[in-house]
C-alpha cells in the first residue's frame, strides 16, 4: 500500500475528503517524527511503539571486493508491535 492508497482508505472511513485525509496524515507523521527526534519514543497504545535506538559502529565487508570497511555508529528507528496489533495479524 502506498502512501495515496492510505489517503484513499482513511478518506473513506472518515468520511471526509482526500485532502482533509492527506492533511491529516501529514500532521500525524509531522508529529510522530518530531517526537523521535525530541523524546525517542513514542507509544500508541494497543497499536505499538516506536523508538530510537543506537546503532553502534561496526566492521563489514564490501561484497563486491570483499575488503573491510568501517560502518559508522548511527541512529535507527525500531517498531514494536502493540497486543491488538498482534492479535489482529494472526
Request: hydrophobic fraction near 40%.
Amino acid at each position: 500500500m502506498t502512501k495515496a492508497d492510505l489517503v484513499v482508505k482513511i478518506a473513506e472511513k472518515a468520511n471526509i475528503t482526500k485532502a482533509n485525509a492527506e492533511r491529516a496524515l501529514n500532521a500525524f507523521l509531522e508529529t510522530v517524527e518530531a517526537t523521535l527526534v525530541k523524546d525517542g519514543k513514542l507509544t500508541l497504545t494497543g497499536f505499538g511503539t516506536f523508538i530510537v535506538e543506537e546503532r553502534k559502529a561496526r566492521t563489514g565487508r564490501n561484497p563486491r571486493t570483499g575488503a573491510k570497511i568501517k560502518i559508522p555508529a548511527t541512529k535507527v528507528v525500531k517498531f514494536r508491535p502493540g497486543k491488538l496489533l498482534k492479535d489482529a495479524v494472526k
